[in-house]
């Protein structure tokens, strides 16, 4: 048969699908048998470098739903992505596939179990949300580390939510029955979602709890899901995201909460339980503090622009011209230190910081635009930045820029 182009399908959040089960030229046998880790196949084809091959039939999941590929190995060669063809499965691999018509192989059971797991946790929450709190799953995605669902809702309450897991974790308990069957879209009753096309559909089926068109891969019971924990939520658009683990991915985000909570208590030298009230408390304190600092900024800054109001010379205008360069500090601590000045009669004021390369200007009166002005200056030395009338700041590429920018007001 002659070398086919393999076209990749994506894996970000996808549409549920309702996927048909057919015949085709790749026998999908996760359909069947999720558990089957090792199999034998026979090559049908072969991509141009010979890393990329078609079987007969294959157990590893392709991208597909949401859910990642299985990974694993093919004639002893690691599997590094498996695509879906509609009608035939590419299997990609770390090195050309050897000669030969035949091939065995075997699929990480840990990758495949892990997205089992989270698969199934996902139809758990899904029914849950939809049964109980009248809440349909419009999109999911399995990633590396988390699972989400979004569902159509704009806002969800935290009672909601652990009502939820803990609705999930009862039928994980129980446990329920997960069964697999092939039925007709005509005669196929009690899914959560109707099927949007015709034809022989693979039904997934928790005991009890939900029935859905599926062509993912299951666990055999709820009690294999192990866990599940609901982590967080975020809006999207007009939907809810909501991103859960389940299994050992509950077990591992657990303990590195537990971590987490720990460090944190040694670092207060606090229970776990004090965590919180001692971060409110400090919280309080922390704002108390900058507002005391503020007022005494403000107080130096009184104290400062006195000083140097008094000493400079007005010009035949009463005005008074001021030039502060810092090597450091902050933008706010010379706009302050300018605004001290400009309230104790007519003056420009101009401040410079070295490093960014930043320059404040200050004017009393309408003899200076000082956002107008700055803003041709920075203009023609390639800066950036604006303000009013009274008060302007701004950027420039260089040391020799800042002072070409002060010159213009000299």
């Known amino acids: 048969m002659p070398a086919r182009r393999v076209t990749r399908q994506r894996a970000p959040v996808v549409p549920i ?71 035939r499965i590419a299997h990609i691999l770390a090195a050309p596939a050897p000669a030969g018509d035949t091939v065995s192989g075997a699929v990480d059971w840990t990758r495949r179990f892990d997205h089992m797991q989270q698969h199934t946790g996902q139809h758990l929450l899904s029914a849950i949300f939809a049964d109980r709190f009248r809440l349909d799953t419009v999109s999911v995605h399995f990633g590396a580390t988390s699972s989400t669902l979004d569902l159509d809702t704009e806002s969800l309450s935290h009672n ?49 709890l939900d029935r859905s068109a599926c062509g993912g891969t299951h666990v055999r019971s709820t009690a ?95 005005r008074r011209r001021f030039l502060e360069r810092c090597s450091n500090g902050s933008i706010e601590e010379l706009r302050s230190l300018a605004q001290a000045i400009l309230a104790l009669g007519p003056a420009l004021f101009i401040g410079t910081i070295a490093m960014p390369p930043t320059i404040v200007v200050a004017s009393s009166d309408a003899a200076t635009d000082a956002g107008a002005t700055l803003k041709q200056v920075l203009a023609d030395l390639g800066g950036r930045g604006g303000g009013n009338a009274r008060i302007a700041q701004g950027t420039v590429p260089d040391a020799a820029a800042l002072d070409s920018a002060v010159n213009a007001f000299q």
């Open 17 to 87: 699908e309702f996927l048909c089960y057919d015949a085709t030229m790749t026998e999908r046998l996760y359909y069947t048998d999720a558990y089957l880790r090792t199999f034998s196949a026979r090559i049908t084809d072969r991509a141009n470098d010979s890393r990329t091959i078609y079987l007969d039939r294959s157990a590893f999941y392709p991208t597909s739903g949401g859910q990642l590929f299985d990974t694993g190995t093919l004639a002893g060669i690691a599997v590094t992505d498996v695509v879906d063809e509609g009608d």
């Open 160 to 208: 909601t939510l652990l009502a939820a897991e803990e609705i999930a974790n009862a039928a994980i308990a129980e446990p329920r029955a997960v069964r697999v069957s092939f039925e007709s879209a005509s005669s196929a009753t009690g899914l959560r979602k109707p099927p949007p096309r015709d034809g022989e559909l693979r039904i997934v089926t928790i005991d009890a």
């Open 224 to 318: 294999e899901i192990g866990a599940l924990l609901i982590r967080r939520t975020e809006r999207v658009r007009k939907t809810t995201r909501v991103e859960f683990v389940c299994g050992l991915r509950a077990v591992r985000a657990a303990r590195s909460d537990q971590e987490l909570v720990a460090a944190l208590a040694h670092a207060l030298a606090v229970a776990p339980a004090e965590l919180v009230a001692t971060a409110i408390v400090q919280r309080d304190e922390l704002r108390a503090a900058r507002s005391a600092r503020r007022e005494l900024v403000t107080a130096l800054d009184v104290y400062h622009a006195r000083e140097r109001f008094d000493a400079a010379t007005p010009d035949a205008n009463g």
